[in-house]
């Protein structure tokens, strides 16, 4: 298939989740015989911290805005299957627009953002990339979120076919590598900074950081404020490109995850940070979410902390503890939850779209 997807951003992966995800669910859709082409418009944030500059198993294309590249757009869609628009592309509306001209493609949204999608429907904020009809013009939509999400989909925004399309990790990206004494940590913490985890962080890492004054724990990631509550034990690396990522998990004893609020209160939402931890072959430390048992086994696949003390208690495990839970974390991963496995699942949902819907699921049918 020829799939021509318009997205945030996957060449870079500064401030966002997106674009490592992309990059392995791409290189996996490649291998399996597809042609992609992706759409991203370059706005000045993400060139200063481009990771990516071309994209070796498809093609990149960078805009400036969305008539400099319309025409080139309609070009790419005429001999396209598959037009895949997604949560947070500046032009998700011209582009969702501009694929219903486009007659023998199937047209698909993806939305990595549900929980923050269907929150700001709450708030009555509808998000710049959902139009007057919600989803009721795509032939599918695919959620990073499962569960109750899916529903919501249906019922608050029309959507008439959804599946889950979930995070994952590319194995040639995320695997164990040598230790890196810039890395090392009691407890590490990968994260663009949010509001919304900040309750969780101090709860699950900071407090813990206080209570362990002579261990050393690290975070990476970006847009941290100046007024965070850094400890003198806590260090701090700015942002790291996927290159990184694998030494930076290989060299802690554990990892921590937070997922933001509102994906937590909708639960069934792994992050693409969990799966790629794991990946690397480090204990994972995580907050507890509806549907986390789909994806590992807390207590033997990954540890799982509500408050301090618990976090406290999972740091206190022995190096054994620790290799136990990583290694079964790990062949977790590699079992069910990598780029190739997503990439089959995207293929599923795509053909499963081509058939007519069932009569009952059919809006207005009696």
């Known amino acids: ?35 992609v082409v992706f759409f991203e418009r370059d706005v000045s944030y993400y ?38 628009v997604t949560s947070y592309c500046p032009d998700a509306l011209a582009a969702a627009d501009l ?15 549900t929980p923050v999608t269907l929150s700001r429907l709450s708030a009555e904020s509808r998000p710049d990339y959902v139009g ?7 032939d599918l939509v695919l959620s990073y979120t499962g569960g109750t999400a899916l529903d919501a989909l249906r019922t608050r925004l029309g959507a008439r076919r959804v599946a889950p399309l979930y995070g994952h990790a590319d194995p040639e990206l995320h695997h164990p ?7 090392a940590a009691a407890l590490s913490y990968l ?8 309750a969780a962080l101090e709860t699950l890492f900071i407090d813990p950081a206080r209570d362990r004054p002579d261990a050393r724990f690290l975070i990476g990631g970006a847009q941290y404020p100046t007024e965070f509550p850094w400890q003198p034990n806590i260090f701090f690396v700015r942002h790291l490109p996927p290159t990184d990522h694998a030494a930076f998990f290989s060299s802690c004893r554990m990892t921590l995850n937070i997922t933001r609020a509102a994906m937590a209160a909708m639960g069934w939402c792994p992050s693409g940070r969990l799966f790629e931890a ?52 790990q062949e977790r991963v590699f079992a069910e939850h990598t780029s190739a496995h997503r990439a089959a699942a995207f293929e599923r949902a795509v053909e499963a779209a081509r058939e007519p819907l069932p009569q009952a699921q059919i809006v207005g049918a009696a």
């Not at 070796?56 to 008539?67: A, E, N, S």
């Not at 694929?99 to 953002?113: G, Q, S, T």
């Not at 007057?132 to 795509?138: I, K, L, T």
């Not at 590598?177 to 890395?183: C, S, T, Y």
């Open 1 to 35: 298939m020829k799939i021509v997807i318009f997205g945030l951003t996957i060449s870079s992966s500064w401030g966002n989740g997106h674009a490592t995800l992309w990059r392995g669910l791409v290189k996996a859709l490649a291998r399996a015989g597809h042609h």
């Open 47 to 84: 060139a200063a911290n481009r990771d990516l500059h071309d994209l070796p198993q498809g093609r990149l294309v960078l805009y400036p805005d969305w008539d400099a590249v319309r025409a080139s757009a309609m070009q790419a869609l005429r001999d396209a299957d598959i037009a895949v």
């Open 99 to 113: 694929a219903a001209e486009a007659p023998r493609v199937l047209r698909v949204f993806y939305d990595l953002d």
């Open 132 to 138: 007057p009809r919600g989803f009721a013009d795509y």
């Open 177 to 183: 590598v040598a230790r890196n004494d810039r890395f």
């Open 191 to 198: 994260g663009t900074y949010a509001a919304d985890r900040q």
């Open 278 to 329: 794991a990946a690397c072959g480090v204990a994972i430390l995580t907050d507890s979410w509806p549907g986390l048992d789909a994806f590992f086994e807390p207590g033997r696949e990954v540890l799982v902390a509500g408050s301090t003390a618990e976090a406290l208690a999972a740091i206190d495990l022995s190096d054994t503890d620790l290799a136990r839970v990583a290694r079964a974390g």
